[in-house]
């Protein structure tokens, strides 16, 4: 079932990207298994899926060492993280998309070894009670984030609001990079990837239409 779910997404993919005249090779599928088994992500790893999106720093930690064996898998922490549970991220994860704290970054910085990728998460849409980077402090921000060893800024990300249309969020977002030099887009789940990728991800986050709905935390 997941290796057709995945075959289902990957010519979604294609598809959106063949109709904003973009190659499929530059839109990377990352399937979110936040709160499912382990042994889904040994079948989607199996059907060729080599991406994985984790929200909670210990869920990784505990992931990362059960599938151990699964050498090239690359962990992308996804979620909001502290300070005190870096240390899981910066041992497990290739990747993280949720940076939008100076002391985060800093206690990321100091805990890896080796260059860790990345993403400023932006509240694209100043919601009140949204994680997130405002759209005006990014440059200041960046600017510290560039100065710390051990990470690279690569792109940004973000999560607009699900009651609206994510479009303009998506432009805002790319506008954004752009205007910051940076080259990934994070940006579109399960709810609204093909837009996304119209709209200039390169990177798309999907868990439900791949692995189905989640357990309960
Ligand atoms: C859970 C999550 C996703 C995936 O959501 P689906 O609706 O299951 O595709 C993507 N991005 C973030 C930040 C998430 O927390």
Known sequence: ?????????????????????RSPNDITLLAVSKLQPAQLIRDAYAAGQRD??????????????????????????????QTNKAKYVAKAAYAFHALDRLDVAE???????????????????GEASKSGI????????????RKLPNLEAVGLMSLPPLSEDPRPYFRKLKKLAEAEGLKELSMGT???????IEEGA????????IFGERQKR
């Open 1 to 21: 079932m997941i290796a057709e779910n995945l075959q289902t997404i990957r010519s979604r993919i294609d598809a959106a990207a063949k109709r904003a005249g």
């Open 52 to 81: 994985f999106g984790e929200n909670y720093a210990q869920e990784l930690r505990d992931k990362a060492a059960e599938l151990a064996d699964l050498k090239d898998l690359r962990w992308h922490a996804i979620g909001p993280l």
């Open 107 to 125: 206690e990321l910085s100091k805990k890896r070894t080796q260059l860790l990728r990345c993403f400023v998460e932006v509240n694209v849409a």
């Open 134 to 145: 405002e759209p005006d402090a990014l440059p200041d921000f960046l600017a510290k984030i």
């Open 190 to 196: 399960t709810a609204d990837f093909e837009a996304a």
């Open 202 to 209: 390169t990177i798309v986050r999907v868990g439900t239409a």
